[in-house]
């Protein structure tokens, strides 16, 4: 008997790795999945958009440009032409930018072969349209099966085969639910997996997509409170309140509120918010220390998904009829032209509630009270 239905010794179930992985992306991220699914034994491809880039990989076996000084396992495969990289393989991880997810899907339209399955590697919700970056894969890639992988993860530790755990979604058919060693999420955990990096897998794609798009969000509103002088408390308080926006967000849209505690939700969430390595919480740490947005990051121009998510992610809060509170001021602050303390100040003086939500507990905040009274007597 062979195939995914396999049952070894152990008596654990066996599913069938895709033998060859391409990587659509050659930035730090990109690279370091390239670097995880050669060292799991795969044969590994990766595609970037500059041939410079490309060729001086092929010349190095290292990506200096995005991952300076880190060495790569030997075989990675580098390649320039698309339709070369594509070719044969048995699954895609797609690393590019959410505002050019569906861009790049267009180009992949019809080079991608038949059964292989697509995992998306960013994070974000598409602007405009509020969807789910599955979502707009799913429009430009049909009859695809669409995944995504999220976790904590620093690319450069990655890449430096530091031991890291991710979540692998994908939506389960019935035949998944029967056969879940033959599901897609089963065999690219298998095809990914190595004693260093470790795939969880997950048929909570909703909840895994929505809690990836929301906690870029929230490590900028950490970033900016810790660059405005704030210490330990604001930052905890702020990550509990994120956590609680990202179920929030989740639930309303089908997702579940416990994939949101694993660690495409907390997991990620923690790294993001605890360390300037994250961009997200980088930018917000500059303009915490009141530095202009076209001064960050040295004048260079640097993609920051949170400053984009914000704008989406509040967006489709709205037409949902959601309130999250956090995203909300990151949002005014970045694109609004709110001033930062002022709206850190308001968040703190929301009405008074109850945790859990259960007791329906609502006071006025004692501070805004004051306010309105001193407006009054003047």
Excluded at 177 to 186: G, N
Aim: glycine content about 12%.
């Amino acid at each position: 008997m062979s195939g995914a239905s396999e049952i070894g010794e152990s008596g654990l179930g066996q599913a069938r790795p895709y033998d060859t992985v391409t990587v659509i992306g050659a930035g730090a991220w990109g690279t370091a999945l390239a670097a995880m699914a050669r060292r799991a034994g795969r044969t590994t491809r990766i595609w970037g958009r500059t041939r410079e880039d490309i060729e001086a990989f092929s010349r190095t076996g290292r990506n200096d440009r995005y991952l300076n000084g880190v060495a790569l396992p030997e075989g990675i495969e580098p390649m320039a032409d698309l339709e070369e990289a594509l070719a044969g393989t048995g699954c895609v991880l797609l690393v590019t930018p959410s505002r050019s997810l569906r861009e790049m899907c267009g180009k992949l339209k019809g080079l991608v072969p038949e059964g292989a399955p697509v995992v998306l590697c960013a994070k974000g919700i598409e602007q405009g349209t509020g969807k789910l970056l599955s979502e707009v894969a799913a429009e430009e890639l049909p009859g695809h099966v669409i995944g995504a992988l999220s976790g904590p993860t620093f690319a450069r530790e990655t890449a430096m085969n530091h031991p890291t755990a991710v979540t692998l979604a994908f939506e389960f058919t019935p035949a998944d639910r029967r056969e879940p060693s033959q599901a897609p999420a089963s065999r690219l955990a298998t095809s990914l997996g190595s004693n260093t990096f470790r795939p969880y897998i997950s048929d909570d794609l909703t909840g895994v997509e929505v809690a990836g798009a929301v906690k870029n969000v929230i490590a900028i509103a950490c970033g900016m409170m810790t660059g405005a002088g704030y210490a330990e408390n604001t930052r905890a308080a702020l990550i509990t309140w994120g956590l609680d926006e990202m179920k929030t967000l989740a639930e309303a849209l089908g997702g579940r509120r416990e994939t949101v505690t694993g660690l495409a939700g907390t997991g990620d969430l923690t790294l993001t918010c605890s360390s300037p390595t994250s961009r997200n919480m980088k930018l917000g740490l500059q303009l915490g220390q009141g530095i202009p947005r076209a001064e960050c990051f040295g004048g260079q121009d640097t993609v920051v998904e949170g400053e984009v998510n914000a704008v989406s992610v509040n967006d489709l809060a709205e037409r949902i009829g959601v309130e999250l509170p956090v995203c909300r001021a990151v949002h005014d602050i970045l694109h609004e032209g709110a001033d930062l303390r002022q709206t850190f100040t308001d968040l703190w003086g929301r009405p008074l509630v109850g945790e859990p939500k259960a007791l329906n507990v609502a006071l006025d905040h004692p501070s805004q009270a004051l306010e309105r009274a001193m407006k009054a007597a003047q």
